[in-house]
């Protein structure tokens, strides 16, 4: 099993980012997944889930009305559009999935 993030970066408050996660080495389409962020001295934090097949999503109220979580089964890939940044969405973020994290990347919202 092996997830991998991308698409963090450096960004002004107010932007926006898409964060991507390919799975691999399991049946992607049968599992739900998670974005979780983690600020320093912070404990990791769901920030939003997607049903296996799309149809449920939930989010941390902190993100809500901001942040979209999405999938597409056919590439083994789930999206994080993540708009109207604030500095408080500074962390690593990771997503999890059939028991695995992948390795996290950075975002940093900064002036």
């Known amino acids: 099993v092996q997830l991998v993030e991308s698409g963090g970066g450096l960004v002004q408050p107010g932007g926006s980012l898409r964060l991507s996660c390919v799975a691999s080495g399991f049946t992607f389409s049968w599992y739900a997944v998670s974005w979780y962020h983690q600020a320093p001295g912070k404990e990791r934090e769901l920030v939003a889930a997607?049903?296996?097949?799309?149809?449920?999503?939930n989010y941390a109220d902190s993100v809500k009305g901001r942040f979209t979580i999405s999938r597409d089964n056919a590439k083994n890939t789930v999206f994080l559009q993540m708009n109207s940044l604030k500095p408080e969405d500074t962390a690593v973020y990771y997503c999890?999935?059939?028991?695995?994290w992948g390795q996290g990347t950075q975002v940093t919202v900064s002036s």
């Open positions: 997607i049903s296996s097949v799309g149809g449920s999503t």
């Open positions: 999890k999935a059939h028991g695995a």
